[in-house]
């Protein structure tokens, strides 16, 4: 069991959160707005409690559940409290207003620039971008375990987030180096595109990128 | 039912070629190798018949079902025998030395690539990139039709794909214009690398990317 931290208390916080409580996982969630922490908090219920987002980060393992900029800050902001943690990135740097590119240059990523940030003594890995709220917290996809991609540069830190990802009910999928984050954040540009697109009826934050079987 | 021109004889074009006759198109299979042509045809069966790569297309539906650097020496020795014409670029421009990198620059795409070669007068469009094989031979995955990934920049020629796709027994998403193929490029360099890596126990080049439901 693994004592995590999630900063942010929005939707991606909280199906990460009810996932890893599943996987009977401790969850302190640091959010900026307390009211909002509080109302999160109360509904995961055992096994959850909250704090402000700049307070003391607890366990060793870390989810920026904050857009790609706010996870920036977060991580220049924590500084050296982060040194010997495992720092997960589960952001998408898609252009919201078009739908049409990414924010990050074609030759990096989001995830590889957090872990610029963040320094040799952090290990960032890239990890859930390709879950979407709903069905992450539901866990399964038309009766499929959802696929977790996992990228990064230390075996060890993707080990443990795999095992997290595993017993909590999910697939997790290494893909390799964390800059094959490039690809994942790449995809999601289209499904999140998809998604918007009321061309596609079907689409509607609801999905799951899986490879079958 | 659209007459249909594959221009090669491999793994891909046999497996297009067993989904299109059972959508009861025609296929007109066009090859380096005569043999290995002949060998195709008479499996394929009635519904299929065979030429030298080099011969007229039929139709005016063209699968470019060749690698990447032969797709483009077809596109150019064809010329103007493509003005009018639909070409579909099935291509994973993955280098397969290191499964680490794609052999397009960052900011174009095999697709654009091919689109930019075949003139104005040509509709290129991106599909099938992310079908492996046996999994599009087979026509469905874990019970499930595959997913057919089309982009491109003319409305007309990719609606003239999804039906091919559709009547094929799979299904059609339209991910928008053509540049999207950078996406579907990309992410097949992360699907690809997983399919050789020895980790990867149950991924043997018979998986299929999804999206779910």
Not at 6 to 34: C, F, T
Not at 66 to 74: D, L, N, S
């Amino acid at each position: 069991m693994e004592q995590i931290t999630i900063i942010g208390n929005g939707h991606m916080a909280r199906s990460l959160a009810v996932r890893m409580i599943k996987g009977r996982h401790s969850v302190l969630i640091l959010g900026r707005n307390e009211g909002k922490t509080r109302d999160l908090v109360e509904f995961l219920g055992a096994g959850a409690h909250g704090g402000r987002e700049g307070t003391s980060i607890e366990g060793d393992l870390v989810f920026l559940a904050v857009p790609f900029e706010e996870g920036r800050k977060a991580v220049s902001a924590y500084g050296s409290a982060l040194a010997g943690k495992v720092v997960v990135d589960i952001s998408n740097p898609v252009d919201l207003a078009t739908f049409d590119r990414l924010l990050v240059r074609e030759d990096t990523s989001a995830a590889e620039s957090i872990a610029l940030l963040a320094g040799p003594t952090t290990d960032v890995v890239k990890a859930f971008n390709t879950c979407l709220a709903k069905p992450l917290e539901a866990g399964s996809v038309a009766g499929f375990p959802l696929d977790v991609f996992i990228a990064g540069d230390s075996e060890q830190a993707k080990a443990t987030v795999s095992a997290v990802a595993a017993n909590s009910g999910l697939r997790p999928i290494d893909v390799g180096p964390l800059k094959r984050a490039r690809q994942l954040e790449s995809m999601m540009l289209l499904v999140m595109g998809l998604q918007v697109n009321p061309e596609h009826k079907n689409f509607n934050w609801d999905t799951s990128l899986k490879i079958l079987p």
